[in-house]
C-alpha cells in the first residue's frame, strides 16, 4: 500500500497543489480517474471518505429556496466555489484519503471546465479537444467512485434503528409495541446541515457530459457512440443519480431514444446482428433498461422513454411470434445471462410496467434456470455467460414479481417461479451449512423474500414455511448481534408478521417474542409518521364534506379517508365520529363498522400504456375498452392488512376519479354516493339527482 499512497500524493500535488498549471491533457485526466476507478473496484482496502464530506456547491434564489435544475455556470465554475478553504497549499495535515477525495473532485473540476469551454469557444491555443472516448471512461469512472447515497425513488437514504439489551432480554409476552416519545433509537443518515439537494463537484462533472454528448455542433458526437458506450454512460448516471437537471434529463432521454431507434433499425438482437452500428451484447440493452427503470423513480419524465425502449425491444425479439428455432424451444431469451435477466425485470418493476410478453419470457426463462440448478449442475458457467442464478438474484426477481403483482391469474410461469423459489434458497443454503452469508442472502434479500412471498400468497407450502422461519430466526439473530436493524427491512418483517400469524402460523412460530415486540414499534412510529395529502385526496374530501359525511383524513392506520359508522347504520353518512369513540373502535372495543376510503393514483398500478389514449385511426374501427390496470403488490398488500384489522376498504381509483371535471361537484357527489353508499339519494334544488350511470366503454369522459 505504500507504493499506492505515494502515488495518490504524487498526483495531488500535482492536481491540487498545482491546480493553476493544469498540468495534465484531457485525455491524461480520464486516464487519471478511470485508473482511480479501476483500483477502487477492485481493491477494497481503498475507501474513500463519504461523498457527503466532498466539496458541494448550492444555489438559492432571491427568496432564500434552492433551485436545483438553473445555474449559473460561469460562477458555479470559479474555483472559489469549487474548492473548499481546507483545501489549500498549507494543509500538510490531511489524511491520505481525504488528499484522494481532494484528486478526485479538482479532476471534476477541470473536466468540466473543459467540457463547457469547447461548446463556448473559449478554447486556449494549446487546448487538445477531449474525445467521446475518454468522456465516455470518466462518466463510468465517476459513477463508480460516487454512488448515491439515497436509493432511486426515496426521500432520504436508508434509516437505522438500534436494539438495546433490554430489549432483547425483555420477558414481555404481549406484542403491545414499546415507543419512545423522542424516537431515540432510530439513527437518521442525513447531511447534517439538513441539505439533501446540495450539488456536488461530482454533478456538475456529469450535467456537463449531458450537455456535451446532446451537442449537436457540427454532429460531433452524433452516431459514435458504441452500444457498450451507451450502456456504460447511462449506468454511471443511475450509479450516481443524476437525473433532474436539464442536462442529464436530456441525455437520458436521448439515449432512450437512440436505443430504440438502433433496435427498429437493427432487424433482431436474438441472433446479435446489428449491421448499422457496432454490435452489442444483450447486457448493452438490460444495463439500459436498469438505468431508466432505476432513475424515472426520481424523475416520472423518464418513464415514457423507458416504455417506448421496453416495446422496442420485445418487437425487435419477436415475442408472440411463431417463427423461428427460439420460439419452437420455448425460451426466447436463452441467451440471456441471469443479470441480463434480473436487470431487466426490476427495470420494469421499477417503472411498473406490464409488458407482459417481456415478463413471461423473462420468467420462463427464469423457471428453466431455477429447475436445471436443482436437477444438474453442469451448465454452471462463470462471468457474464453464466447460466446459473446467485440466491440474491432470484430474490430480486421474487421481489419484482410480486411489485408487479404476477399471480398464477397472468400466467403460468409467475406461479411456478413461486414455487420453484423455495426450493431453490433452500438448496443454497443446505450447501453453505446453513449459511445465510456464505449464499450472500443479506438482510435487504431476507426481508425481499419474506415479503414477496407474503404479498403473492405463497407461503402454505412446506418449503416456504421452513425458509420464512429460517429467515425470520436469522433476522432475529442478526438483529440482536449487531444491535441494529435497516427500519424499511423491519418494516417488510412487520408486515409479514402480520399476515402469518393467523394464515400461517408454524411459519413464524419460533420468531422471539421481544423481536416481535420490536418489530411491531418501528411500524407503529412509521405509521404516525406525519402524512401529506394529495391533491385528489383533497378534492375526494372536499366532496365528502358537501355531502355532510364526516370523516378523518390521513389516519394513524395510514388511512386516507377514515369514516366510522354508527352501529346498524345503513348509509356512510351516518357516522360517530366522536373522539373518544373512534378510539374505542380503532381499539376493537366498540361494536362500529370502521370503513377506510383510499384514493389510489397512478403509483399504486402498472403504467398505462401510451398509446392506451390514442384515437382510432379514420376509418378504423374503435379499438376495445383497454381493461384497466392492474393494482401493485404493495397496495394489496396494504388493503389485507387493513381488512385483517377490520377496516371495510373501499378503493377510488384515479382512472375513475379522473373522469369526472373537478367543476362537476354534482357528478362527484353521485359518484361517491353510489361508490360509498353514502345516501338513499342526493337532493339539488328540491329534485333528485342521485342517478349514476356508468360511461359509455368509448367515452373517455361524460362529455364527450
Known amino acids: 500500500m505504500g507504493g499506492q499512497d505515494q502515488t495518490f500524493d504524487i498526483l495531488h500535488d500535482l492536481l491540487v497543489i498545482h491546480r493553476e498549471e493544469k498540468l495534465f491533457t484531457p485525455r491524461q485526466l480520464c486516464n487519471v480517474c478511470w485508473a482511480i476507478a479501476k483500483h477502487y473496484d477492485r481493491d477494497p482496502d481503498l475507501i474513500l471518505p463519504s461523498s457527503q464530506s466532498s ?16 445555474w449559473d455556470w460561469a460562477s458555479l465554475l470559479n474555483e472559489e466555489n469549487i474548492i473548499n478553504d481546507d483545501d489549500k497549499k498549507d494543509d500538510v495535515d490531511v489524511s491520505s484519503q481525504l488528499r484522494l477525495a481532494q484528486t478526485i473532485d479538482e479532476i471534476a473540476r477541470q473536466l468540466t471546465v473543459i467540457l463547457f469551454q469547447e461548446d463556448e469557444k473559449e478554447i486556449e491555443a494549446d487546448h487538445v479537444d477531449i474525445k467521446l472516448g475518454e468522456i465516455c471512461m470518466a462518466c463510468w469512472a465517476y459513477g463508480k ?100 437537471s436539464r442536462e442529464s434529463e436530456l441525455l437520458l432521454k ?19 446482428n446489428n449491421k448499422n452500428n457496432q454490435n452489442f451484447l444483450v447486457r448493452d440493452i438490460s444495463q439500459l433498461l436498469w438505468t431508466l427503470g432505476t432513475l424515472q423513480a426520481d424523475n416520472f419524465r423518464l418513464g415514457d422513454g423507458l416504455v417506448v425502449l421496453v416495446e422496442s425491444l420485445s418487437a425487435n425479439l419477436r415475442l408472440g411470434t411463431k417463427t423461428g428455432s427460439r420460439f419452437v424451444q420455448g425460451r426466447p431469451l436463452r441467451s440471456w445471462s441471469c443479470a441480463d435477466l434480473v436487470q431487466t425485470a426490476v427495470a420494469l418493476a421499477h417503472a411498473r410496467i406490464d409488458e407482459k410478453l417481456l415478463l413471461t419470457a423473462v420468467y420462463e426463462e427464469g423457471n428453466y434456470r431455477l429447475m436445471e440448478e436443482r436437477t444438474s449442475r ?13 440466491p440474491w438474484e432470484a430474490s430480486v426477481l421474487l421481489w419484482a414479481q410480486a411489485r408487479l403483482y404476477l399471480t398464477e391469474q397472468e400466467g ?36 425481499n423474500i419474506v415479503w414477496s412471498l407474503v404479498t403473492l400468497e405463497k407461503y402454505h407450502s412446506t418449503e416456504a414455511i421452513i425458509l420464512i422461519d ?60 406525519d402524512k401529506k395529502s394529495s391533491a385528489r385526496h383533497r378534492s375526494l374530501s372536499s366532496t365528502l364534506q358537501l355531502m355532510g359525511v364526516d370523516h378523518i383524513n390521513e389516519h394513524d392506520e395510514d388511512i386516507d379517508v377514515a369514516i366510522i359508522l354508527q352501529p346498524n347504520a345503513q348509509w356512510v353518512h351516518e357516522t360517530d365520529m366522536d373522539d373518544e369513540i373512534t378510539d374505542s373502535v380503532i381499539d376493537g372495543e366498540e361494536d362500529h363498522v370502521s370503513v377506510a376510503v383510499e384514493f389510489d393514483g397512478p403509483n399504486h398500478f402498472t403504467r398505462v400504456r401510451i398509446n392506451d389514449d390514442e384515437p382510432p385511426a379514420a376509418g378504423a374501427f374503435p379499438p376495445s375498452r383497454p381493461d384497466p390496470p392492474r393494482a401493485l403488490g404493495h397496495t394489496v398488500l396494504k388493503y389485507r392488512l387493513l381488512k385483517k384489522q377490520g377496516w371495510t376498504v373501499v378503493r377510488v381509483p384515479y382512472y375513475e376519479f379522473d373522469k369526472i371535471p373537478f367543476w362537476a361537484s354534482m357528478e362527484r357527489q353521485r359518484y361517491l354516493q353510489r361508490k360509498l353508499k353514502t345516501h338513499a339519494n342526493i337532493n339539488f334544488s328540491e329534485v333528485d339527482v342521485s342517478e349514476y350511470k356508468e360511461l359509455t366503454p368509448d367515452f373517455k369522459s361524460r362529455f364527450d
Open 145 to 244: 467512485l460516487k454512488p448515491r447515497e439515497t436509493p432511486p425513488g426515496w426521500p432520504e437514504p436508508p434509516q437505522m434503528a438500534r436494539v438495546t439489551t433490554a430489549m432483547t432480554t425483555s420477558t414481555t409476552t404481549d406484542n403491545s409495541p414499546t415507543t419512545s416519545a423522542n424516537n431515540n433509537d432510530i439513527n437518521i443518515n442525513t447531511n447534517n446541515n439538513g441539505d439533501r439537494k446540495a450539488v456536488t463537484v461530482t454533478d456538475m462533472l456529469f450535467d456537463a457530459i449531458g450537455y456535451a454528448l446532446c451537442q449537436s455542433n457540427d454532429d460531433k458526437y452524433d452516431e459514435d457512440c458504441t452500444w457498450s458506450e451507451l450502456a456504460n454512460v447511462g449506468w454511471a448516471f443511475a450509479s450516481h443519480g443524476r437525473c433532474r
Open 254 to 272: 436521448s439515449l432512450a431514444e437512440e436505443a430504440s431507434n438502433r433496435l427498429k433499425d437493427d432487424g433482431t438482437i436474438a441472433n446479435n
Open 378 to 390: 453442469n451448465g454452471r458457467l462463470s462471468g457474464d455467460d453464466r447460466r446459473t442464478f446467485h
Open 470 to 529: 429460517l429467515i425470520f430466526a436469522e433476522a432475529a439473530r442478526s438483529c440482536k448481534k449487531n444491535r441494529s436493524i435497516q427500519l424499511e427491512h423491519a418494516h417488510q418483517l412487520w408486515q409479514a408478521y402480520f399476515m402469518l400469524e393467523e394464515d400461517c402460523p408454524e411459519a413464524v412460530k419460533r420468531i422471539p417474542k421481544w423481536f416481535v415486540t420490536y418489530l411491531k414499534g418501528k411500524w407503529s412510529i412509521e405509521k404516525a409518521r
Open 412 to 447: 403460468v410461469e409467475f406461479d411456478e417461479f413461486t414455487e420453484d423459489a423455495p426450493l431453490f434458497f433452500l438448496k443454497a443454503l443446505r450447501e453453505k451449512r446453513g449459511s445465510f452469508t456464505e449464499c450472500r442472502i443479506g438482510p435487504q434479500e431476507q426481508a
Open 55 to 70: 466539496s458541494t456547491l448550492t444555489s438559492t434564489s432571491s427568496s432564500g429556496k434552492k433551485k436545483e435544475e438553473v
